[in-house]
């Protein structure tokens, strides 16, 4: 077992999906998929997480396929994560219908040895104590970056502040920024948050695109207007891989690098949501993925 | 009384408006008054509308200094339209309190004699029956822009779908692009518009900014992230002030100039949301206009 260039440690899930353009169950889903698939394209992934004995063989088999190592994916005796939703017309609107955490709720990172040393962690919207615990088992990553949820904005704030002030990048949407920082403006709160020590924030605004922010400056990345978006599932963690696979083929992190790596993320995004559950990120290649890069480039050109 | 280079017909209001920052009674408002004041930094303005008796002196002047010809405002008998709103936290939501049209429910525009060879024109969001007579007292001006609201979609459509056939431009939010195409999704509804013959269309977003589309293209202007938004009246008239007043100073109107001119709509949108009714348009000049455009190109910048 080698070292991955990147490491993703999040959820590994069933969905049960209803959107306006159709229904899809026991699809597979989960932070820890989405991110590892996005970021397949660039570069090999490792993942830790917990499944059930009811995941698929061939689910492993597909992962495996596109160079994501699963040794740190544990089965264990139970059924795995599974969570039900539905999307409203204006797919920004979505009901959970159900959260069965299943083996979720047990779930204890525990990282491969080989693991330890990877240079780029992905830490997918887990609590921010076990998020704690993968930074303790780690060997000083080169770059960290970090995504969470209200629930732990709003129950476990202590921890939550606590992970991120180990981490590079904070990785969340609007809504949470205004809640992480009681500031309702956008770069009042982007301020707030390099001051407290962090030094690079990206703020996703699905189909409006996403803020990068370093302490010297701010960055714009359009969304990528998909021709049908059937289904939003996933798509901050395609996000996220996106961007992470990106910084994979890069030999230095730094702003410059980072905006760039927001394109991509955009871009892996855009992939996701144009397919039920991982079917947008599975047959694309590096041809595919440039043609949005320049697409989205050309599309804020003067 | 000379020709203006830009001519606009649109409303002349007083606005109650309480924002959770402030609250402004008796405050300038109307679609005429916010494109006019946003368009005066670039050229002179001709405004035709109605107001009461009630319509300040001042309110006049400050108008005439800014370059503003009040030749096609009339003055009427009874009182000036009056909107009264209260935005929510999320100023993005607002709750209209009352509308009391007043002298405006009787407008009928009438474009003074000088006016009627204006190059350049913007049909404010008036009923699109006025709008159409608008466009007949007018001698074939080079560019006109058309502003709508879900109300002339649902209750005016005949109407509105010929003004659409007749201007050079519609400029719409989100919603309305909807309501309009029938279309949930961003591409298919502008290429129906194109279809159906219309050269240039904008998709405003507000605070993510705007779509230029033209049939050969979409360009991406991001909005300008303001440090503080206190009252978003007036943004898309200001908008729209800041594009037509851009592309009067330009020798011919093409894709490429829109583009630029959809990055002086976002500037001057900003503008008007930084400060109560119309002040935010006031204390402007060209050195503060433009620190904005730069920072706009520089902030999708890779």
Chains 1, 2 share one sequence.
């Not at 005796?77 to 409203?88: I, M, N, P, Q, V």
């Not at 500031?183 to 703020?203: A, D, K, M, P, S």
Request: overall charge neutral; aromatic content about 10%; proline content about 6%.
């Amino acid at each position: 077992m080698k070292t991955p260039p990147i490491l993703v440690v999040g959820s590994v899930a069933f969905d049960d999906v209803e959107t306006p353009f159709g229904k899809r169950e026991n699809a597979l889903g989960g932070s820890a998929i989405y991110f590892a698939l996005a970021a397949s394209h660039f570069t090999p992934v490792g993942i830790v997480g917990v499944a059930g004995k009811d995941y698929p063989p061939e689910a492993i088999q597909l992962l495996n396929r596109h160079k994501i190592d699963t040794t740190g994916l544990e089965i264990v005796e139970g059924k795995t994560f599974r969570w039900g939703g539905r999307y409203h017309q204006d797919l920004n609107q979505r009901d959970t219908l159900y959260t069965h955490l299943n083996v979720f709720a047990d779930f204890k990172p525990n990282i491969p040895l080989p693991y330890r040393t990877t240079p780029l962690l992905f830490l997918g919207n887990i609590q921010p104590e076990l998020q704690l615990e993968v930074l303790r088992q780690l060997d000083q990553p080169k770059f960290v970056a970090l995504d969470t949820m209200n629930l732990w904005i709003k129950t476990a704030r202590p921890a939550l502040d606590e992970v991120i002030g180990k981490v590079d990048l904070l990785i969340i949407n609007d809504s949470e920024l205004k809640e992480i920082t009681n500031e309702w403006n956008l770069l009042t709160g982007l301020r707030q948050l390099h001051q407290r020590g962090l030094q690079y924030v990206i703020v996703k605004r699905g189909e409006h695109g996403a803020y990068f922010s370093w302490r010297k400056g701010l960055f714009y990345a359009p969304a990528y207007p998909v021709a049908q978006a059937v289904d939003p599932t996933g798509a901050g963690d395609s996000f996220a891989g996106g961007l992470l696979g990106y910084l994979a083929t890069q030999p230095k992190i730094d702003a410059k690098v980072l905006r760039r790596a927001t394109l991509y993320a955009c871009a892996l995004g855009s992939f996701c949501v144009e397919n039920f559950s991982i079917d947008g990120l599975l047959n694309l290649n590096t041809t595919l993925i440039e043609q949005r890069i320049q697409y989205l480039r050309r599309l804020v050109r003067i």
